[in-house]
């Protein structure tokens, strides 16, 4: 009983920790989460997610005319700038339908991002192409050297 009674103490006591060192008490889970939420143009960003070199983002500003918004930026491009860099804003007044906008332009870039993994080249084709075609020679080749006549 008395083992029980000590463990629920420390889980307690980290808790306390926790919750008195971070900023927002969403992560009880022992790692320190001190990060000062992103913002862009007074839009505070609520969730993120990155696919491919894109990074798509969903933010809320409760003191603007459209209070929602979705943007896109370049991750490979900001990273060499040293600076976020968001385009493409779509605004809504409702919270429902920037999140549905956020995870439709994220599920698009998923597709896109797959479909150009599995497509392959155009230099890759035309290699492949040409090695098919050699392959192709040299089998029609040896069926005529195998007896058949021309004419």
């Not at 913002?39 to 500003?61: K, R």
């Not at 490979?76 to 700038?81: P, V, W």
């Not at 075609?133 to 005529?144: L, W």
Request: glycine residues 8%.
């Amino acid at each position: 009983m008395k083992i029980k009674q000590t463990l629920e103490e420390k889980e307690n006591n980290l808790k306390t920790v926790e919750l008195s060192t971070e900023q927002n008490a969403n992560m009880i889970d022992g790692i320190p989460n001190n990060e000062s939420p992103r913002n862009n143009q007074g839009y505070v960003i609520l969730e993120s997610e990155v696919v491919g070199h894109m990074e798509y983002v969903f933010a809320e500003n409760s003191k603007a005319p459209q209070p929602y918004v979705t943007w896109a930026r370049n991750v490979t491009n900001d990273e060499q700038s040293g600076r976020e860099n968001f385009f493409w804003g779509h605004y809504f007044c409702g919270k429902e339908a920037a999140k549905e906008d956020f995870y439709k332009r994220v599920g698009e870039e998923q597709e896109r991002v797959s479909f150009k993994k599995e497509r392959p080249s155009l230099i890759e084709s035309l290699k492949r192409h040409q090695e098919e075609v050699a392959h192709n020679g040299r089998e029609s080749v040896s069926e005529r050297g195998r007896g058949g006549t021309e004419r």
